[in-house]
């Protein structure tokens, strides 16, 4: 057995006693990627990696999570709030049954990134604009973000006063007010 016969027969050895005992099964994309005919129908693929991936895998008739690295990870300073918002889950899946396999997100934040000293301003604002991106019907979504800015702006003062330290919406990632004020505009 070679590496990737080892590799394989591993993965679809774990989803069948996953199965037999009534667990779901969740497997990120590089399975997919590598034998996604031979997995379990049941299966759930987090879609982490590429673009179009979430095409191809509800396309092929399975469940899908998407978490986009290029987008929906905190980690990535430079990536907006609003990208966070404007990031699509759906995009390029028009078939409204492959739609309803889209069965959520996730925003990812890497611990060694971090520490202590500066995790919620990395995580706030900005995993709330993937949240109402998430979990907003797609036909009540603002088509522009900046229509969202002033609920973000009063989320992002109820963090603060009730002691969250919440980046400012004024930058990328976790950034320090560019002047003193309301957290309201900054």
Known sequence: MNESQAYQ???LRAQNIA????????????TFNNF?????????????????????VVASGLRCIVSNQDKWYLHYL??????????????NITNSKQQKLVIGGEVCMWGEYIDGSDIEQTIWPRAAAAAERLW??????AKDASEVTGRLAYFRCLLNQRGVAAA???????????????????
């Not at 005992?21 to 990120?28: F, M």
């Open 136 to 141: 907003t019907p797609y036909d009540k979504l």
């Open 168 to 186: 400012p919406l004024s930058g990328p990632g976790r950034v320090a007010p560019f002047e003193p004020g309301s957290c309201y505009v900054q």
């Open 9 to 11: 027969y591993f993965v």
């Open 36 to 56: 996604g005919n031979k997995l379990s129908r049941k299966t759930v693929v987090h879609n982490w990696l590429g673009r179009g991936v979430a095409q191809q």
């Open 19 to 30: 199965l037999s005992r009534g667990y779901e099964i969740v497997n990120w994309e590089e």
């Open 78 to 91: 430079d990536t907006t709030w609003q990208e966070f918002y404007m990031n699509e889950p759906l995009t």
